[in-house]
């Protein structure tokens, strides 16, 4: 059993847990849209990676989007292989819980993506998203390409001054590169699906706020 860590810091690579050489057992399909968790992607595709705090509520905002492929709750951020749930809860892994947006960009841009992002969560509470405490729960964009870099911080400046005139401080969202992206297990996936808990419930949903980034979407 792991205790979840007092201080929300994260732990450094000799303080993390060591978890396993074995990938997360899941299956490969999706449970709203038509494609595959796993891939191969359709050429041209584009992977884009977004921490919001609990990732249920998160990956439900992206599967709506026109243009978006496959969607997947998961873990990156942190230290420790192919974490646990409870593992990645007690803190001691480093891993934010993320959500993997696969996307056309033909269809739907990054920034457009951005703007769901920026506008679904407070980004300004550091290591926790409303009452869920925890560096999992941490605000972060984990890049893919330079672009994305340039993009993500780009958009967090223009978002920035509007966040401060609406009383709420700085941004504390983290922009990195991706590094290892770990699948969660098979019940987190889509777990707010009609078909697993259409009455579920995650704490994200319009912030009040409009980052002048990317466009609108609604579900076709």
């Known amino acids: 059993m792991f205790l979840r860590r007092m201080k929300a810091e994260l732990p450094t690579p000799d303080q993390a847990l060591p978890g396993r050489a074995i990938a997360m057992p899941i299956g490969d399909r999706h449970e709203v849209l038509p494609s595959s968790l796993k891939g191969p992607f359709p050429e041209g595709s584009q992977v884009a990676v977004f921490g919001m705090g609990c990732f249920w509520g998160a990956e439900r905002l992206f599967w709506t989007l026109p243009g978006v492929i496959t969607t997947s709750a998961g873990y990156a951020g942190g230290v420790t292989p192919n974490p646990t749930y409870e593992e990645v809860c007690s803190g001691m892994t480093g891993h934010a819980e993320v ?72 941004i504390t969202t983290e922009i990195a590169p991706l590094g290892d992206y770990y ?33 609108a979407r609604t579900a076709s």
């Not at 869920?132 to 958009?155: C, H, L, N, P």
């Open 183 to 215: 699948f969660a297990e098979d019940h987190h996936q889509q777990y707010l699906s009609p078909t697993k808990n259409p009455n579920g419930y995650c704490n994200h949903g319009p912030n009040g706020l409009s980052c002048p980034v990317g466009v």
């Open 99 to 170: 959500v993997q947006v696969v996307y056309d960009p033909a269809k739907i841009s990054y920034e457009d993506l951005l703007k769901v992002f920026w506008e679904n969560h407070d980004p300004t509470q550091g290591m926790r998203q409303g009452n869920d405490v925890g560096t999992q729960y941490r605000s972060a964009i984990y890049t893919t390409t330079e672009d994305q870099r340039a993009t993500g911080q780009a958009s967090r400046d223009a978002f920035a001054p509007i966040v401060a005139r609406a009383g709420k401080g700085e």
